[in-house]
């Protein structure tokens, strides 16, 4: 077991949410504060308000890892008087760290969106908005039969060859490998000056180009030559598609009253909006956190009965009903999923680390809507 500071936390988080997958110009990453202090009790939040910097306070928190950048746009002044600048006062006083994952966190595979997905039991599930897709490269390396299995083992370690629900992907052929040693040479087989052959195993596995550096990491520091022979070949193949919003199919038909309810039971609110026939029959369901109005077109255009999502505009309901798209508008803060969705994720991998940290989901409200 060994401590750990913000650094190594959010190495780990940002194999889960990377950067990249974030929208241009979407403001993410460390906002507040700094990263290279131990930390034992990290915090995970939806939004930083000051309740809930009161409350990573009480549990001497030194790192908070939000959704919602608390930064959303560029401080034209720093006044302490007002309430985010006495937020951002306690924040710095306290040393403790912001970190947001907003738009990177909606695309990840296991992120806000798919987690609003799994919340209702959808099956079948894709992404509504593709806005991502990673380049594919295939790796080629020679290695004596007697080192493949440590080598390959290494490898799908590293992440290459993972293949929709499959991981460790690889094949192999064999053959000959001759080499001539010379002078300065170490060889592993064989001698300086004389020609060798060696019963040779090819191996060939794809990865994402995301990873390269850590696939080929694995391959130097498990394979027995000094002189590696490899190959990388750049793949038109297309990776999955990542992006906005998923969509699936209901595990049994319902009503669009029946939906809504369901909806808002499933995700404790005190009430949510309906647009379209309490009647129709629903099946097929689109969801998308946070702000939906600019992809309700998508979501009719991909066959969607209802499309669930928040902060719908008082046209945009217009144009769903003109469409013919049921929508249930169950608000903003539906993306909470995401609290105990990362804290479990995070704590998971903080242990198989052996990190000494405490991970925990905030249970600060922060909805600023109540419903009459």
């Known amino acids: 077991m060994k401590t750990v500071n913000g ?16 929208e241009e110009g979407d403001p993410i990453g460390l906002q507040i504060g700094k990263l290279n202090e131990k930390v034992e009790n990290v915090m995970i939040t939806l939004d930083v308000l000051e309740n809930v910097v009161d409350e990573a306070i009480k549990n001497n928190v030194k790192l908070i890892i939000a959704h919602h950048p608390p930064l959303f746009r560029p401080l034209k002044a720093l006044h302490t008087d007002t309430y ?13 760290a912001v970190y947001a994952a907003h738009t990177n966190l909606d695309v990840a595979q296991g992120g806000v969106n798919d987690l609003l997905s799994d919340r209702l039991n959808l099956k079948d599930t894709s992404v509504l908005v593709p806005t991502y897709r990673e380049e594919l490269r295939k790796l080629v390396v020679y290695v004596p039969k007697e080192d493949a ?3 390959r083992e290494a490898l799908g370690n590293a992440g ?3 293949i929709g629900d499959y991981s460790h992907c690889t094949f192999s052929t064999e053959g000959q490998g001759r080499f001539l040693p010379g002078e300065g040479a170490n060889p592993h087989i064989g001698r300086q000056g004389s020609m060798e052959e060696v019963e040779e195993e090819k191996i060939e596995t794809v990865y994402p180009l995301s990873i390269e550096k850590k696939v080929l990491k694995a391959m130097f520091s498990h394979h027995p030559y000094e002189e590696v022979a490899f190959d990388i070949y750049s793949l038109k193949n297309e990776s999955p598609a990542l992006g906005l919003g998923r969509i699936g199919k209901l595990q049994k038909d319902m009503s669009l009253k029946e939906f809504a309810l369901f ?13 379209g026939d309490e009647e129709a029959r ?3 369901v689109a969801i998308l956190g946070g702000d939906g109005n600019k992809f309700i077109g998508k979501a009719k255009r991909q066959g969607a009965d209802v499309f669930v999502s928040g902060d719908i505009y008082y046209h945009t309901a217009h144009d ?9 508008d169950a608000g ?11 804290a479990g994720y995070l704590a998971k991998k903080c242990s198989e680390k052996g990190y000494i940290v405490n991970i925990f989901a905030s249970k600060s409200d922060t909805n600023p809507f109540t419903y009459m």
């Not at 909806?263 to 647009?275: A, L, N, P, W």
């Not at 769903?320 to 249930?328: D, E, S």
């Open 84 to 96: 985010q600048g006495r937020m951002i006062e306690k924040l710095i006083k306290h040393d403790i």
């Open 320 to 328: 769903a009903m003109m469409m013919g798209l049921n929508v249930v």
């Open 149 to 151: 299995g440590r080598l």
């Open 160 to 162: 290459a060859g993972s």
């Open 7 to 22: 650094h190594e936390i959010i190495q780990l988080f940002e194999q889960f949410s990377p950067k990249h997958l974030a």
């Open 263 to 275: 909806v808002k039971e499933t995700f404790g609110m005190d009430g949510i909006r309906v647009i």
């Open 282 to 284: 629903v099946s097929k």
């Open 332 to 342: 903003h803060h539906i993306e909470k999923v995401m609290k105990d969705g990362v």
